[in-house]
């Protein structure tokens, strides 16, 4: 499947998560383990090469106490095969149209209003933009636009995306491209 196969294949069409994922965090627990986190996640492609995302973040791994969300709104640029199966592409996602954070369990708010500033008071239910701003929680500096160099895999209608490294590094440079294939989002 070339590229163009695919953008027609998963055009004005939402994907979303089975269930709950785990993944494995930048931060350790006290005793040095990685520190997991579970989220679903929810994707749409639009023909020009703009995608939406809405990542929910969990306390549990069963999904039942929701934590944050995240929008994201940005463009994807194409960088051609990927080595990990036949048809697979490279893709990096470029959060540069929309990217919203939302606190969704008190705790959560709470933490936002200890370690940022430059923003509203965080509340509950109430989102707001980080785009371009300074975001110590998720490393971003002043003016950076948020991007991620993954990968597309598409299977039987299940469409993957590239696994999180085991360290918890971020896919944010090109040799942090996952090698590996993370559980699938279904067509809905």
């Known amino acids: 499947m070339n590229i163009k196969d695919i953008k027609q294949l998963i055009s004005d069409s939402k994907w979303a998560s ?3 994922e785990i993944r494995p ?8 383990s990685i520190k997991p986190f579970y989220l679903t996640r929810e994707f749409t492609y639009l023909p020009d090469d703009t995608f939406e995302l809405t990542v929910i973040n969990f306390v549990d791994p069963y999904g039942s106490i929701p934590l944050g969300r995240m929008y ?3 463009h994807m640029s194409w960088q051609g095969d990927h080595p990990i199966a036949p048809g697979a592409q490279k893709v990096d996602f470029i959060a540069d149209i929309e990217y919203e954070v939302t606190p969704l369990h008190q705790s959560f ?7 940022t500033s430059g923003f509203d008071s965080w509340k509950q239910n109430v989102g707001q933009s980080i785009l371009g701003k300074a975001f110590p929680p998720f490393g971003l500096q002043n003016g950076d636009i948020f991007k991620e ?5 598409i ?18 440079k090109e ?3 996952p090698t590996n294939l993370q559980i699938p989002l279904l067509r809905k």
């Open 18 to 20: 089975i269930a709950p």
């Open 25 to 32: 965090s930048s931060l350790a627990t006290p005793g040095e």
């Open 72 to 74: 994201i709104k940005g």
């Open 109 to 115: 708010a709470d933490a936002m209003n200890q370690y």
């Open 149 to 153: 160099y993954d990968l597309i895999y």
């Open 155 to 172: 299977n039987s209608d299940m469409m993957f995306w590239g696994a999180r490294n085991v360290d918890g590094r971020g896919f944010d």
């Open 175 to 177: 040799e942090n491209r």
